[in-house]
């Protein structure tokens, strides 16, 4: 887990933005956009966030779809709008880049290209990349090049999070027993929840574990063990995926156990996905963009946890925009870029997610075994 450091500049960061909002633009950053209708399109609102930080300015789009492209340069009032990206780089010379689709593959070619071109920030769609050989090259060009970039994993940007982890170091809810994190288990139950919606759960799950040094995975297809002919294709660009129900277990660097499971079609609005944090004397128990983020469950009742703590009003005022916004990721983006800092979800932590992600089709490729992570081969475990 992280240091007090952390904690102290996550709080700074949720008591700035609404300040920042207040005062008005100071330096210009130029943003360029880039987005791909029909192939992902503009993410949960990365493309539009821009029009509300303070000193932010979009100086050009790229979309390959001619009308989505024209739809964008209104909605962005953005001065220019381009085919591909590589053009944008060209002319607008942005110094940071928003990667808005929520199809994965090609995310690492725009990544790098925007960093060849010169940006010095980047704001990326989850999930991050296909593969740990292009987050490995992602991280190098970013350490190489002095590049900032943020995965919109944007609830680890929660300012009750961090109370949260304070509060479990502290022993106010005993001890950490196991974490477990849950999928959506909707119609992409299995494979693919694990990529879209799980990698949601294990970025914050593991502000409690650290990170994860082993993975052992149960997949199913049709409620029958998978085999390598149920390896399909999966849907955003992910790459290839496999079963409809997944079921995993990491070792961590704490010793705390770490669960992950989806199973296709269990789906119940009323749980949500997210993470539980399984303590001795409660459970935190983490809903994924639903606000309040956290409630403590513990004898028979809910209570919610607040940046100020147990029960306590949240004084983060307007938090939904703060957060489901993106306004709090854009602006640590920022900071991050002037202090020459990693942002609080920054490219190492999405490597992280996909450590965790890739796992489990290491496992299955491994016949169920348990493998060792960080993992030693680092193209796709099902290629």
């Known amino acids: 887990m992280r240091s007090p450091i952390h904690r102290r500049r996550f709080l700074a960061l949720a008591a700035a933005v609404p300040a920042a909002l207040r005062a008005g633009a100071g330096s210009v950053v130029t943003v360029g956009v880039v987005g791909h209708t029909g192939r992902g399109n503009y993410g949960h609102g990365l493309d539009t966030v821009w029009l509300k930080v303070p000193g932010a300015r979009i100086v050009g789009v790229s979309d390959p779809d001619v009308a989505g492209r024209k739809a964008a340069e209104a909605r962005l009032q953005a001065p220019e709008s381009f085919a591909d990206h590589l053009a944008m780089l060209r002319r607008t010379r942005p110094q940071v880049v928003a990667v808005c689709p929520r199809h994965i593959d090609l995310h690492a070619e725009v990544i790098l290209a925007a960093i060849e071109a010169g940006v010095k920030g980047l704001y990326v769609e989850k999930p991050f990349v296909r593969t740990l050989a292009e987050a490995d090259a992602v991280v190098s060009a970013c350490k190489a090049g002095g590049v900032r970039l943020a995965v919109a994993h944007r609830n680890r940007y929660h300012p009750a999070l961090e109370t949260a982890v304070k509060l479990v170091a502290a022993g106010e809810f005993g001890a950490v027993r196991e974490v477990r994190v849950r999928g959506k288990q909707d119609q992409r139950g299995g494979g693919l929840d694990l990529w879209v919606l799980g990698g949601h759960g294990f970025n914050l799950a593991t502000r409690f574990t650290g990170a994860p040094v082993s993975c052992r995975a149960t997949v199913l297809q049709d409620g029958r063990p998978a085999v390598r002919a149920d390896v399909r294709e999966g849907d955003e660009g992910v790459g290839s995926i496999v079963g ?79 957060v489901a916004g993106h306004l709090a990721v854009a602006t640590d983006l920022l900071d991050a870029m002037r202090q020459g800092r990693e942002p609080l979800c920054g490219a190492e932590a999405g490597r992280e997610t996909i450590e965790l992600i890739t796992g489990v089709f290491a496992s299955f490729a491994a016949g169920g075994a348990k493998v060792e992570l960080p993992l030693r081969r680092r193209e796709h475990p099902l290629a």
């Open 244 to 322: 409809d129900e997944i079921h995993a277990a990491y070792e961590t660097r704490s010793g705390i156990p770490l669960f992950f499971d989806s199973k296709k079609g269990l789906w119940d609005k009323k749980e949500g996905f997210g993470v539980k944090v399984i303590c001795e004397k409660a459970t935190l128990d983490l809903r994924v963009d639903e606000e309040p983020l956290i409630h403590v469950v513990r004898d028979g009742g809910r209570t919610p946890l607040t940046s100020a703590g147990v029960g306590l009003p949240e004084p983060v005022k307007d938090i939904r925009s703060l």
